[in-house]
């Protein structure tokens, strides 16, 4: 396309995909051959240009223009002064059009809207059009944004300011929005009173747009470009340079609260609520106590809730109390408003500071003062469990009593609860969580085989608040070990020192005859899963104040005996990691005579390399230091502190140290090392090739989240592959286990019309050996136009539709979906359908469990007319068990106004009982459900019901039917139903029995008769000839008739001979027994005698044959009766060029035997092959 800038605006066009995808080009050259692309492309104001989009996404998707204009004012005017737009430049794209304003210093720039008014808005405006105003350039994230339709009319700007519009593709735009003007700059003036015990001072960050604030007070204005501090004063005029001070400019306010050891002044902490009220205010209240008072803060309106230091409030209310403690510390609790919290103590100075959003309002709270009193709570242990409260602080004086008067036991430093009944503990502190801590202690002693009880206990609700420590204390015989097995997520070393990130900090301990060892320091999440540790040892979990509870999972077990101090079983992980590991006491010594011992389970194909950081070897009385690496099943290698270690090995391995007899006065034994693990494996290379077939594309996906898993099309990793059909690609795969990645499959069967499609046999390709995956399944997806359907059939003959009682269990299953994915139904072979007939697009999913092992063909589709219905089954009941039939998408409702039709055909001497074991019926919105049964050949229905009428429980069906169901459009609820077909034999009775032996008889008689007669006639037979005239022609098998039989000549002969006169014996004939479903619904009457026509018409002997428009092999489709869908076609048996061999050729034309129809041609004209049974022939 040629696009021409208008003079002052710049153009840039620009994608943000890779030049690969996407790229914009600009066209020159001769005959434009020449092309120059780029990514981004800036545009010539008034010079033509003629550009060139080459992109693979759609383009109003990719590309982005943005046409920038500078406004250059002075101290009274601007240029332009009517801003005016190009409106039609580049309209297929998304569109920012971008106003920069340069104005003197104090000059403001008054933008005038034309037309409907702006309205601010955090929200894209609906109409495509959205406008934004930034301060300037810099600041372009903190901009405010406008929608058109509001009161806004007005907007004053300064210098560097930068308003912008974002226009929707092909969206129009006014080439005229506003006009511009400018002058000099009016600040705002306040008024304020600000008493005696307040302090405000206001101030702005510097590197804002200036903005001076000057107090009036006298002839001389007192000015400050940044910070004014203010107290004291009396209706001040307060004057800013800039419009908008509140959004430059914040405000703290200080007041100061006195209190005695009984009570405040103020008595709550308020302020002018008016005052700097549009501005972002911070009020904050020093609060003075005297020595051994407690001050408290009520809050009664909804309370508060403390909040950590990375969260913030969302409504903008933020509390900040800090308090001044005994060791001149400061502790700061930070809370939000709607909390639980209403009540707050704290003994020292204490400041409260709110800060409060613009335009919002102060709610004050109470300030009280009481000498400082104690706190009592209710302590009921769990049983078997020990609490300890131990001091941590010297001062302030407190302590700690248990009982009430005059039984009451105080202690200072620490009290023991044994008794799981209530105890009441008393604090002469009002706040003890800051001076003492709790230990929660439970003792389990474990036999040779089991434990007591569980480790890890509930959530315990004792001193919430406290410092806590939760220990158990483990005890097995001496020659075992006990077993600590973590849960999935492991735990991770840690220095002695640290704390975990979660609070949350762990410490095994086993008990030596020497003292206690620390096996190590934990936290959540790690590679570490076990931990044996002999006889005695102790588990503890320490927990900070106000923290909630949440211990691992961890489980005790008796373990094996052992000769070491302990085992440690370590998962490394995958991919590229270094894990650091502590020897037990680190930084302190190693036992003497001691050995540890590390499992470590190396992920398959990585590496790893072992790192010793930090160490120090002892003085050896006795044996010396030992390193031991043992793989499995392999020689055990010994090294020493100082050795190189192993490096770029692969397998799990264990590493044992031994420590020797150490001299006491010099440094001992101690080790930090590193396990690092890096990736060994290759990738696994393949190249797809899929110009070998038509339609076919492969997609890979991983089903599990692994990071270590790289995947490749191309040499560019992606998390998902799909290779298109009639390419090649390189597909890469590193670290990816056949569980991670699925691969499918998917071919397009496209058919235009039904002369030019013939059917198709659903068969797997033989995919690329070097795909490292199998194929999880095989989808075909058909592409058919509307007034074509799409008939399915099994290649063994039939198949069946899996539903509750009929389960499909064998290797191969069939899901058929709608093109939305909507599915009809899951199937597998050998069942009750014989086809099924489609009128939409579907796929077909193939699912199974090697695709390797199957073989054959999995469907067979064909394609054939337009049908009503959008779904027919042709089913075949068996007689061995109940049939299910269930509507599609079943246990789903069927969508909105669609039909289904099962042609249900019953074997010879079988009925059906149908029962409807399972309907839901929707609340119909329009229309109405319908379920209905029809035997075929018959226009009457046998049963018809709608949602609204009450279903029958069964329905016995004496041959073969119809079962035709609709849905309507629903307001709420589902159609779906589950019909059961049950086959029940039938029995002739003995009359009729004796009926057709009789007849059987009389006809032995006529054909004797008969037989006499035709000798009789072949003496004297001559050449006839026939003249069959314009119109209908009567054969015997023709069931279709144009007219009724009051004005219809099937009653009359255009020729009778003589010899015929006995043809009324087969009235009650077998043969006629024999026929009667055959004949049911074919009109017939008495034979009468031939009188000839009334105007014979002459007949030329020389030509023998007829003229063409006088006699038709057929009858034409419009002239016969068309009964209602599904319709029975005529077949070779009906046509007039066939005669079926078991015919006698004799004047009746007798049928010599009952088996099997036989046609034989008798013209010698070449026929087409019988086309297939299909539901338009129905």
Same mark, same amino acid.
């Given at each position: 396309m040629k696009v021409r800038p208008d003079r002052g605006s710049n153009v840039t066009v620009s994608t943000g995909l890779p030049m690969d995808q996407c790229a914009v080009c600009t066209v020159s050259?001769?005959?434009?051959?020449? $092309?120059?692309?780029?990514?981004? !492309?800036?545009?010539? /104001?008034?010079?033509?240009?003629?550009?060139?989009?080459?992109?693979?996404?759609?383009?109003?998707? *990719?590309? $982005?223009?943005?046409?920038?204009? =500078?406004?250059? &004012?002075?101290?009274?005017? &601007?240029?332009?002064?009517?801003?005016?737009?190009?409106?039609?430049? !580049?309209?297929?794209? *998304?569109? =920012?059009?971008?106003?920069e304003f340069k104005a003197p210093e104090k000059t403001a720039v008054s933008v005038n809207i034309l037309g409907d008014g702006l309205m601010e808005t955090s929200q894209p405006c609906t109409n495509g059009f959205q406008f934004s105003v930034a301060t300037s350039k810099a600041n372009s994230k903190d901009q405010t944004r406008y929608c058109r339709?509001?009161?806004? =009319?007005?907007?004053?700007?300064?210098?560097?300011?930068?308003?912008?519009?974002?226009?929707? /593709?092909? *969206?129009?735009?006014?080439?005229?929005l506003f006009q511009v003007s400018a002058g000099p700059l009016k600040g705002r003036t306040m008024v304020i009173t600000i008493d005696s015990s307040t302090t405000v001072v206001v101030s702005r960050d510097p590197v804002e747009p200036a903005c001076d604030v000057c107090s009036v007070d006298g002839p001389t204005p007192n000015c400050s470009p940044t910070e004014k501090t203010l107290t004291n004063v009396e209706k001040l005029s307060l004057e800013f340079s800039c419009q908008n001070p509140q959004d430059m400019y914040r405000v703290k306010i200080r007041k100061k609260i006195e209190c005695t050891t009984s009570s405040c002044t103020p008595s709550a902490g308020e302020a002018d609520p008016n005052l700097f009220k549009d501005f972002n205010r911070s009020l904050i209240w020093h609060i003075s106590v005297p020595e051994k008072t407690v001050l408290s803060l009520d809050f009664p309106d909804n309370g508060l809730k403390e909040i950590s230091g990375a969260e913030n409030c969302q409504d903008g209310y933020q509390y900040s109390v800090s308090t001044t403690k005994s060791d001149r510390n400061i502790r700061t609790n930070r809370y939000c408003k709607s909390g639980t919290v209403s009540d707050l103590d704290f003994l020292g100075a204490t400041a409260v500071t709110v800060e409060v959003p613009r335009g919002g309002d102060l709610t004050a709270f109470g300030v009280r003062a009481a000498p400082r009193g104690g706190r009592t709570m209710s302590v009921t242990p769990d049983p078997n469990t020990i609490v300890i409260i131990s001091r941590v602080t010297s001062v302030p004086d407190c302590s700690v009593c248990v009982n009430a008067p005059p039984n009451q036991k105080c202690n200072s430093k620490s009290l023991k609860i044994t008794d799981p009944r209530s105890t009441l503990v008393e604090f002469t502190c009002p706040r003890p969580q800051d001076i003492?801590?709790?230990?929660?202690?439970?003792?389990?002693? &474990?036999?040779?085989?089991?434990?007591?009880?569980?480790?890890?206990? *509930?959530?315990? $609700? !004792?001193?919430?608040?406290?410092?806590?420590?939760?220990?158990?204390?483990?005890?097995?015989?001496? =020659?075992?070990?006990?077993?600590?097995?973590?849960?999935?997520?492991?735990?991770?070393?840690?220095?002695?020192?640290?704390? &975990?990130?979660?609070?949350?900090?762990?410490?095994?301990? $086993?008990? !030596?005859r020497t003292g206690p060892g620390v096996i190590g320091t934990f936290c959540k999440g790690g590679p570490v899963t076990t931990i044996l540790a002999r006889y005695k040892g102790r588990v503890s979990l320490l927990v900070p104040a106000n923290r909630k509870l949440d211990p691992v999972d961890f489980k005790l077990d008796v373990g094996p005996e052992t000769s070491m101090l302990a085992i440690v079983k370590v998962n490394l992980p995958r991919g590229l990691s270094d894990t650091d590991f502590f020897i037990a006491n680190y930084p302190d010594d190693f036992p003497d005579n001691q050995q540890m011992q590390w499992d470590f389970t190396v992920p398959v194909m990585h590496n790893y390399t072992m790192r010793f950081r930090e160490q120090t070897a002892p003085v050896c009385l006795h044996n010396a230091v030992e390193v031991a690496y043992q793989k499995e099943d392999k020689k055990v290698t010994k090294l020493t502190l100082t050795d190189r270690q192993p490096e770029h090995q692969q397998g799990n391995f264990s590493m044992v140290l031994k420590n020797c007899e150490t001299n006491k006065t010099h440094q001992g034994l101690t080790l930090k090392y590193t396990v690092s693990v890096m990736r060994s494996g290759h990738p696994v290379l393949c190249t797809v090739d899929l110009t070998k077939w038509q339609g076919v594309s492969l997609q890979i996906q991983k089903v599990v989240s692994d990071p270590f898993c790289e995947m490749s099309i191309n040499s560019k990793v992606s998390e998902k592959i799909n290779v298109s059909a009639g390419t090649k690609a390189s597909l890469s795969f590193l670290d990816c286990r056949n569980e991670e990645v699925q691969l499918t499959a998917s071919e397009v069967i496209g058919c235009q019309n039904v002369a030019s499609c013939s059917m198709t046999l659903l068969t797997v390709p033989q995919l690329d050996s070097c795909l490292p995956m199998s194929l999880s399944s095989f989808t075909w997806h058909f592409s058919v136009p509307e007034d074509i359907t799409v008939d399915l059939m099994s290649p063994t003959g039939s198949f069946q539709q899996s539903l509750p009682g009929q389960e499909c269990n064998q290797d191969v299953s069939l899901n058929v979906a709608e093109e939305d994915g909507v599915s009809l139904g899951d199937f597998c072979f050998n069942g009750i359908i014989q086809k099924v007939q489609v009128h939409t697009n579907v796929s077909v999913t193939a699912t199974a469990r090697d695709f390797s092992k199957t073989s054959g063909p999995f469907l067979n589709a064909s394609f054939s007319q337009h049908i009503t219905e959008t779904i027919i089954y042709t089913v075949s009941p068996m007689e061995a068990s109940p049939n299910l039939l269930a509507t599609p998408s079943w246990p789903q409702g069927m969508r909105p106004l669609t039909t289904v039709s099962w042609i249900v055909s019953l074997p010879s001497q079988y009925q059906a009982e149908i029962q409807f074991v399972n309907v839901s019926q929707p609340k119909c919105g329009e229309y109405h459900t319908d379920i209905s049964v029809k035997m075929l050949g018959s226009g009457e229905e046998m049963i018809s019901r709608r949602e609204d009428e009450q279903m029958v429980d069964k329905l016995v069906v004496p041959q073969s039917f119809y079962l035709n169901m609709s849905n309507c459009l629903p307001d709420e609820g589902q159609f779906g139903v589950v019909t059961k077909v049950v086959l029940q034999k039938t029995f002739i009775p003995l009359p009729m029995i004796l009926g057709i032996l009789g007849a059987i008889l009389l006809l032995l008689i006529v054909l004797g008769v008969v037989c006499f007669i035709r000798r009789k006639k072949k003496q004297k037979m001559s050449k006839e000839s026939m003249f069959i005239s314009k119109g209908d022609i009567f054969r015997p098998s023709d069931r279709h008739f144009i007219k009724t039989q009051s004005d219809n000549d099937s009653h009359i002969y255009t020729s009778v001979d003589e010899t015929m006169v006995y043809s009324h014996l087969l009235v009650d004939s077998g043969y006629t027994d024999g026929m009667q479903d055959l004949n049911r619904g074919i009109q017939v009457d008495s034979y009468q005698t031939f009188t000839g026509p009334t105007k014979l018409p002459a007949v030329d002997e020389t030509n023998a044959e007829p003229e063409m428009d006088q006699y038709r092999m057929f009858l034409d489709p419009s002239d016969t009766f068309i009964p209602s869908r599904p319709r029975t076609p005529i077949e070779r048996q009906d046509s007039l060029g066939f005669q079926d061999s078991r015919m006698v050729d004799n004047e009746l034309y007798t049928f010599k035997s009952t088996g099997e129809i036989n046609t034989i041609q008798l013209s010698s004209f070449n026929l087409e092959p019988q086309p297939p049974i299909t539901e338009e022939s129905l």
């Open positions: 050259g001769v005959n434009d051959t020449q $092309t120059s692309c780029h990514s981004s !492309l800036s545009l010539v /104001p008034e010079k033509e240009v003629t550009l060139l989009f080459k992109c693979s996404q759609p383009l109003d998707q *990719a590309y $982005t223009v943005i046409v920038t204009r =500078t406004i250059e &004012c002075t101290k009274d005017t &601007c240029s332009p002064t009517t801003v005016e737009i190009q409106p039609s430049i !580049l309209t297929e794209f *998304a569109r =920012t059009f971008t106003w339709g509001g009161s806004v =009319t007005r907007l004053d700007l300064l210098n560097e300011a930068v308003m912008s519009l974002q226009v929707n /593709p092909k *969206a129009q735009v006014e080439s005229v003492f801590s709790v230990e929660i202690n439970r003792q389990i002693d &474990c036999t040779a085989t089991s434990c007591s009880g569980n480790i890890v206990q *509930a959530e315990s $609700t !004792l001193f919430p608040d406290f410092n806590r420590t939760f220990t158990w204390d483990l005890k097995v015989v001496s =020659t075992r070990t006990f077993q600590l097995d973590f849960p999935e997520t492991g735990m991770q070393q840690i220095p002695k020192e640290k704390t &975990c990130p979660n609070e949350h900090t762990y410490s095994v301990i $086993t008990y !030596l």
